[in-house]
């Protein structure tokens, strides 16, 4: 087999990119994936899409990605579950940091022309009927944001890219790269030996053992985040009763969690906003499926705290899945130095998901020499790390 372009791993970046290289190429173009799309991070992802960042470069990515996935749909006729409920990012009274931020992020989105409101907890209770907010609490709204079915999203990119001419190929695991005159020539795979003139490794948690068989060593850290699930209260918001019960994504600073509404499937996620108390993997083939007690007593009491009409609700699921984090919690994206040919993709931080289409579009810029303009090579330089930085960072809020 031969591919002049070869991507490793059928997570969102995996099929986002292989969908923007597609229209680029008449030349083979293959994606290889062990299992299955989405048996990564990316198929238990929250798939939350907010524009809400500390550093321009990336709201300006998630907002990108936004407008594709918000139109994706008409554009292709293939279906993501896109559920435009939009997004609170909520600071309390007594975190005057977070306050300060959440208002400098605020103006800074609106520099970028984003459609974006910083508000009061007066508006924040009327856009969340019910909940409780102290006075003083500072928000950012964002109307446009929501969330998508992130394995409908994996099936309609990937469906998109093979119309486009990509080879997707599941079951097909990257066991060696092959490398000569210090660059990589191709692959040997469980299918049998692949040639390529370029390697993308975007195989997520795995990415780091991947490529330190080949004596290369990445600032990647795989931790095991926990969520669960509530069902979702009777809220009255729509009379119509068409999504009766959604509410706005709440991204909770004060709390530590974010919440997400999914009146669809009648339950709702809670998750932690900070990485500290996830435990460090160090095999993501052997994750512990069993979700610690102390998580759910603590999503519900969050939750409820904040949305006292979650506190009836019943239990409705739970699941425990892989973050890959970087020091910075922002990727690590481009070439890898010294090995001609190939690209590293990951340390997504637990954030990565909504800004899929801009990566896909940026690496599809650098993988075709063209001006890369849909994502900063410097901020994601795979070697801007010096060695010693701890690990820290709230999804780079
Ligand atoms: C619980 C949870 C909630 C999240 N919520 C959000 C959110 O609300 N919003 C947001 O933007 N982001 C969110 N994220 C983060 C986001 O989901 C990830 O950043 C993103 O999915 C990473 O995608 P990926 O393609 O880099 O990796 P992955 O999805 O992990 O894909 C890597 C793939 O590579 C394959 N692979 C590995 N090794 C090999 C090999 N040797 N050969 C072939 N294939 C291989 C794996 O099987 C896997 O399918 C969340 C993540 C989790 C876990």
Redesign the pocket.
């Known amino acids: 087999m031969h591919g002049r372009i070869l991507i ?7 099929v986002s990119i292989a969908q923007k290289c597609a229209p680029r190429t008449r030349e083979s173009l293959v994606l ?4 299955h ?13 907010r524009a809400h960042y500390r550093d321009a470069v990336v709201a300006r990515m998630a907002h990108e990605s936004l407008r594709e996935y918000s139109s994706f749909a008409a554009r292709t006729g293939l279906p993501l579950g896109f559920q435009r409920t939009g997004v609170i990012t909520l600071a309390g009274p007594k975190q005057p940091e977070w306050c300060q931020r959440v208002r400098e992020n605020v103006a800074m989105m609106q520099g970028l022309g984003i459609r974006v409101e910083l508000v009061d907890a007066a508006r924040m209770r009327a856009l969340v009927p019910g909940s409780v907010i102290a006075e003083g609490s500072v928000g950012s709204w964002e109307p446009d944001g929501g ?1 998508v079915d ?1 394995n409908q999203t994996l099936a309609s990119f990937a469906q998109q890219a093979t119309e486009l001419g990509a080879e997707l190929r599941m079951g ?4 060696e790269l092959c490398m000569e005159n210090g660059r990589v020539s191709g692959a040997r795979t469980s299918a049998g030996e692949l040639v390529a003139e370029q390697i993308v490794v ?5 990415t780091r053992a ?1 490529l330190a068989r080949h004596g290369l060593d990445f600032p990647l850290k795989v931790v095991r ?1 926990e ?1 669960h699930y509530l069902g979702v209260p009777e809220m009255g918001l729509d009379p119509s009763g068409a999504a009766r019960g959604a509410h706005p994504v709440l991204i909770d600073l004060e709390l530590g969690s ?1 919440a ?1 509404c999914d009146p669809a499937n009648a339950r709702t996620r809670i ?1 932690r906003i900070d990485y500290d108390d996830d435990h460090e993997i160090l095999d993501p083939d052997a994750l512990d499926e069993h979700v610690s007690p102390e998580l759910v007593r603590w999503g519900r009491a969050a939750l409820s705290g904040r949305i006292p009409a979650y506190a009836s609700r019943a239990d409705a699921g739970s ?1 425990a ?4 984090l970087t020091p910075d919690a922002q990727a690590l994206i481009g070439p890898v130095p010294g090995i001609a040919g190939l690209f590293i ?2 340390g ?8 899929g289409p801009a990566v896909g579009e940026g690496v599809a810029q650098m993988l075709f020499g063209e001006k890369v303009t849909a994502l900063d090579p410097a901020f994601f330089a795979p070697d801007r790390f010096q060695g010693g930085e701890g690990w820290g960072g709230r999804f780079g809020l």
């Open positions: 490793v791993g059928g997570g969102i970046m995996g290889i994936e062990k299992k799309l989405g048996a990564g991070s990316s198929g238990r992802s929250g798939a939350i899409l969330f992130p097909v695991e990257l066991l975007v195989a997520g948690p795995w991947l985040p969520n974010y997400r998750g699941l899945a892989w973050y890959t993709v990951s997504f931080s637990g954030h990565g998901f909504k800004l």
